[in-house]
């Protein structure tokens, strides 16, 4: 189902877009002709209207306005509210990154305020029986999906930051902007240990290699070649520190 993206509406509660987020989806829909449904809900006016209500996807809404474009959708109603829960209850069964659990943590947020008679403890509670977490690690995935936007989620997928630990770092930080661009500094950090790393393991790799060269002979550093390959290094650690004591 498509539906005009100006004819959704969009709660309040809702964070604020991020500009930089919207323009690149913006250029990967122009370029893919393709755009993931976004999740909205299915409600009635007092006159008896339909009207489709916001609940997840709200960078896509945007994108889609500003391409003038139709958008798909997961329509949500009060029918089929305990199916959408029972797959957030099933993603709990996959392994999925931080990002991606506070991701189906925002949908199971936004579909149990639409309880009349939704509370905070009773949120912690669905999420504790919905996701088989703790009271303190449901707290904090319901914080951590309120604070912290689809925007900032997807720039962590795919990378060594993609952990509750940052994403709790990421939580006490004023805005998606400061969130961003400290994302983007440890980005590059990382990116340079990386290159470091890599130039430091080849040159320590090739001075073991010199040393075993002199001492052994083709036979033994074959032999020795095999052993490495079977063992860990903290058992070479191990192993070479009661050598030396010897």
């Known amino acids: 189902m498509e539906l005009n993206p100006e004819d959704i509406l969009v709660p309040t509660r809702l964070r604020e877009l991020n500009p930089n987020h919207v323009s690149k989806l913006i250029e990967s829909i122009r370029q893919s002709k393709w755009i993931s449904p976004i999740t909205v809900f299915k409600k009635y006016t007092t006159d008896g209207d339909e009207v489709y209500q916001l609940i997840a996807g709200n960078h896509r809404l945007e994108a889609a306005k500003q391409l003038s474009i139709q958008i798909p959708v997961t329509v949500i109603d009060d029918d089929s509210k305990a199916q959408l829960l029972e797959v957030v209850e099933n993603y709990s069964r996959l392994e999925l990154t931080a990002s991606e659990k506070i991701q189906h943590q925002k949908i199971l947020n936004e579909v149990y305020k639409m309880n009349t008679n939704a509370t905070y403890q009773g949120l912690v509670d669905e999420t504790k029986t919905r996701t088989g977490v703790s009271a303190s690690i449901a707290r904090r995935n319901i914080s951590h999906a309120h604070k912290i936007s689809d925007a900032v989620l997807e720039e962590l997928k795919g990378s060594k930051l993609d952990s509750h630990a940052f994403i709790s770092t990421l939580s ?14 440890e980005k590059e950090r990382l990116s ?17 290699a010199t040393i075993m060269r002199s001492g052994l002979t083709d036979q033994e550093l074959q032999h020795c070649r095999g052993l490495l390959q079977l063992t860990s290094k903290k058992s070479l650690d191990v192993a070479l520190e009661a050598v030396i004591k010897l």
């Open 192 to 208: 340079k240990i990386g290159e470091r790393t890599l130039i430091d393991d080849s040159g320590t790799a090739q001075a073991i």
């Open 172 to 185: 006490g930080m004023h805005d998606d902007c400061a969130r961003l661009k400290r994302i983007e500094r």
